[in-house]
């Protein structure tokens, strides 16, 4: 066991916070336990403290235990993709308070696959409360340097862990009424899902408040448009100085482009660093040529059109 390892799970014993790689993206960790702990996460993320936050774990079985009335269904999702890139939403048990869950009678719950996030479990022993460790609104970090970037010194350990190896956030899926829903596409798809549990549902206007939900929630500062790839060279000939993103060179010249993989999961992994890297070229806007419109795409899509939205 690494002594790092060690010490950000002597940090967290103490009330302090721990960012750690995930194989989604970094997360700010807390001790979920400790109400003091969550409230100082909740400050450094600037986030409001009514909304939720998901809960990781070493094991399925401690994760469980946040939980009552557990669906069969939650258990077959559990043994098919966790350790992995999976929250459940499940009626709360005792353990997790009101600062965990903003006060709503329901838990995220997640078991992270990769290995430093792990043994940090592991050693910590207990649940650790871990939103994405970024200030609230903006994109998610996915190396240490994105976290170092956004936290500075308000987060005492950050544990290196590599690039995210998926890039997106966690798909949530939420079990804990009358039908499954899916709260967030991610790299396991509704499809994946689907595949194991049968038909479920897509988010409507009276599912669970979550912050993902927000307008402009993974966010980067300059104003960003999706726009479809015949449409992309009248766009950039409007004159603005703009940061492209996009499968192949545009046609003509312009101040900063990427390309982008035509993968999806690939595509993913590079998202945000794509996203922080065009933010950072200093132009008056991002042009985001669409991706298909496919199953395939949706947990892209979905971060993409939030990016897009203008506050
Ligand atoms: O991949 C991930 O899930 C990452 C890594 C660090 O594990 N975490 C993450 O956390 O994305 P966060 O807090 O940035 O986003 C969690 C989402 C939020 O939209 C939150 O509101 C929602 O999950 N959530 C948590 N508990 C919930 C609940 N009881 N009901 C509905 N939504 C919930
Ligand atoms: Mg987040």
Not at 98 to 104: I, P, Y
């Amino acid at each position: 066991m690494s002594s790092e390892v060690r010490r950000a799970a002597q940090i967290l014993r103490t009330g302090g916070l721990v960012a750690f790689p995930t194989e989604t993206v970094y997360g700010l960790g807390a001790d979920a336990s400790s109400e003091k702990a969550v409230a100082r996460l909740f400050q450094v993320k600037r986030r409001p403290a009514d909304h939720p936050v998901i809960v990781h774990f070493a094991s399925s079985e401690s994760a469980f235990q946040w939980a009552s009335d557990i669906p069969d269904a939650a258990r077959k999702l559990a043994r098919k993709f966790w350790p992995g890139p999976l929250t459940l939403i499940l009626k709360r048990s005792a353990l997790a308070k009101d600062f965990v869950t903003g006060g709503q009678d329901t838990v995220g719950l997640r078991v992270p696959s990769h290995p430093v996030a792990h043994e940090l479990l592991l050693v910590f022993g207990g649940a650790v409360a871990a939103p994405s460790a970024n200030r609230f609104g903006r994109v998610s970090p996915t190396t240490l340097a994105h976290v170092r970037e956004d936290l500075g010194s308000d987060v005492e350990v950050v544990l290196e862990g590599g690039p995210s190896e998926v890039g997106i956030e966690s798909t949530i899926v939420d079990l804990s009424g009358a039908t499954p829903v899916l709260l967030r596409p991610g790299r396991i798809s509704k499809q994946d899902v689907e595949s194991v549990i049968g038909k479920i549902g897509e988010k409507t206007a009276s599912s669970p408040r979550h912050s993902g939900g927000l307008e402009r929630h993974y966010a980067p500062r300059t104003p960003a448009r999706m726009v479809p790839v015949h449409a992309l060279d009248k766009e950039i000939s409007k004159g603005k100085s703009v940061a492209v993103l996009a499968f192949s060179r545009p046609d003509q010249r312009v101040d900063f482009w990427l390309r982008m993989p035509r993968d999806p999961q690939a595509y993913a992994q590079k998202l945000y660093a794509a996203l922080r890297e065009l933010d950072g070229a200093g132009c008056e806007q991002i042009l985001v040529e669409a991706p298909p419109d496919t199953a395939e795409w949706a947990a892209v899509r979905d971060r993409l059109k939030r990016a897009c939205e203008q506050g």
